[in-house]
């Protein structure tokens, strides 16, 4: 198949998802065109099937905003039409998914019936799309998709609630590739961190508001109370300050490592001892996946679709939102336990093997061959 992928090139796990399946799928020997406002963050090799059409940016006085639908829109119909895809696979409903009907629109027009798949991701359908501002042209878009997919059960069923969606939408959940997380031997890396063989936590997210980020510092600083521990906090965003301001009014600063965004996050991952996942809301947790696939347990709230992910007891534990209390308490409970800590390893790389990219891909393939099938006789 000749498919083409439209995402937010960013650190964030749409985008992130959208790259490793186009990654994914040109390994299988289709042939992937991404196309997007800049080259995604984790497309840094070469492959042979990997295309990147870069969104041309408008520089005209006339406009205070950049009319960023508009050239998106315009690229993907020269995109289709020049390198005769099959078929659009678009990630996070806005703007993405009302682009796509413009530009099947345009196509149609011309002879061509293009069939878009969107898949939602979260926000996009939690926080944003139910804005009054947006939720019309949202629902309208994600009625008009051919086919339509959601990461979680739980952003099903969100979806489901919020809108009026005429279509079923089929839940195909993200994926860990563990040709690249497992966990290695880093044990050099470690020294460096944790000289003293102090316990090493992480934190991973874009440092929003809703990550509640620094319900991390406040976790962190109970586990250190009981014992020497180091904190790794990976990303960056507008929370990091406060994050700093909060450690530095305790006095932790010195264990904490502000790391910024990193590309290669398993060889942190690789190191670390707990993961720690407070958020105020998640629709999947792709973070925390990538933690279990280097048998990392976590620590995290119970929202949306993080209890898809991490199995209260089992590969972690799962507190309500803002109970810094019960977090660190049972943070402290598996760092204080070898055995526990270790049987918590085991069992969190089992549960990530159930989303093994081997596994959900073909999940990916046969969907987009249904949506095909379903729209091969469609009259242009």
Known sequence: MRIGIVCYPTFGGSGVVATELGLGLAKKGHQVHFITYKRPARLSVFHENIYFHEVSQVNYPLFEYEPYDTSLTSK??????????????????????????????????QGKYLPVVTTLHGTDITLVGIDHSFAPVVEFSINKSDGITAVSQFLKD???????????IKVIHNFI???????????HFRKAIAP???????HISNFRKVKRVQDVIRVFKKVQDKMPAKLLMIGDGPERQNCEELCRSMGICGDIRFLGKQDAIEELLAVTDLFLLPSGNESFGLVALEAMACEVPVISSNVGGI??????????????????????????RILENPDMLAKFRANAL???KNFDIEIILPQYEDYYLSILEHTRHQVV
Do not use: C, W
């Not at 993405?96 to 345009?106: F, G, L, P």
């Not at 003293?196 to 992480?202: A, G, H, Q, R, V």
């Open 158 to 168: 969100k979806t489901e609630e919020y809108f009026n969606i005429e279509k079923d």
């Open 76 to 109: 993907l119909v020269d995109v289709v039409k020049y390198e005769n895809l099959d078929l659009l696979h678009v990630h996070y409903a806005i703007p993405h998914a009302t682009v796509a009907y413009m530009a099947k629109k345009i196509l149609l027009q």
């Open 196 to 202: 003293n063989d102090e316990k090493i936590l992480m």
């Open 307 to 332: 209890p898809e992910v991490n199995i209260e007891g089992v590969t972690g534990f799962l507190s309500d939102i803002g109970d810094v209390e019960a977090m660190s308490a049972n943070a402290i």
């Open 350 to 352: 089992a549960q990530a």
């Open 177 to 187: 590739d563990f040709t690249r997380f497992k966990k290695v031997d880093k044990n």
